[in-house]
């Protein structure tokens, strides 16, 4: 595969445009970021996250809700609130499709820091119709974005429903910058979506698959009644500096992980992902998650000698279905489906929740 010289994004990711010198077009041009800018933004962003670190103290049982997945990052974030800021945090996992792997790392680093965990255990039936579904019909941007962006707002939504419940002023997610996408995050979720949008996916409403039940998973305000408290839903590393490799040795030197490879986010990776990337390798040429990867790599904030080697073993293991790459074959036969059923169906924002 043709990848940009310098940032590694794959000749046939939209916008590429690699030249005659293997240079894409976003490292031809990075004027697309105004360094000045970006630098006054992460500055605004590192002063009201102090700010609602402070703020947050005693204002309920717990100062914050740390959203807790099993990864490098997640684990980072909540070693960070409780031990350098000495907040008192509820650490919250959703068990749906955690790897083995990353189960390891959650118990060793409660464990660790001696912090209150609380686990949610969803029906596991519901997200097995749930990813079926999607993966048979797929919005236009392929598997991982149709998948990841019905997924994602349903473990947000716990979080925000429990912190809600619980009179918890902070929900703190492990986002590097990059995630989720711009248009739904940039460090904070909107006043506007977390207090006054529901966020049913439109898409799954219109086909009568879904029961009333099952679609009251997702979050939504509107039910809740008038004078409701909301907590507030921030990234902090949207906010503090990041480098992925710095995190990745800074929790193994912490003792967080059991070995320095569970803090890489190949293996930390959700298994269903493996079948994500998988679909969208064969429908699209390229792994999706490289032009993130790619991203952080042009800003300074991931190993570019690292990615360079791993990108296309990763690619590998998924096209063989080997190693890491056999959850593809294990998840097809988990949701019922074919190589064959992995199609792209539906219009791009199919899935999106309405934002009043």
Known sequence: MIRCKRCLLPAAAPGAAIDRTGTCALCRDPSFVDPASAARDREARRADLEKALAECRAQGPYDALVCLSGGKDSLDLLYRTKVDYGLNVLAFTVDANIPAVAWRSIRRTVHKLDVDHLVYRPSAEFYRKLFAYLLRNQEERGAVYTVSYVYAPLFEGDALRVATERGIPLVLAGYSPGQPEPERMEYEFSHRLVYETDWTPPGLRETGEFSAAELARFWNPLRLPPGTRFPRYLAP?????????????RVVELGLVERASHASPIHSNYPVNWLLMYSDLRNFGYNPYAP?????????KANRLYWKFMAPIVDFMIRRKV???????????WLGLTADDLKITRRRGAYDPVVT
């Open 323 to 333: 190693l890491l790459g056999a959850n593809t074959a294990r998840q097809l036969r």
């Open 292 to 300: 993130e990867f790619s991203a952080l790599i042009r800003s300074g």
């Open 237 to 249: 590393f949207h906010a503090w500096d990041y480098d992925q490799a710095a995190t990745m040795r």
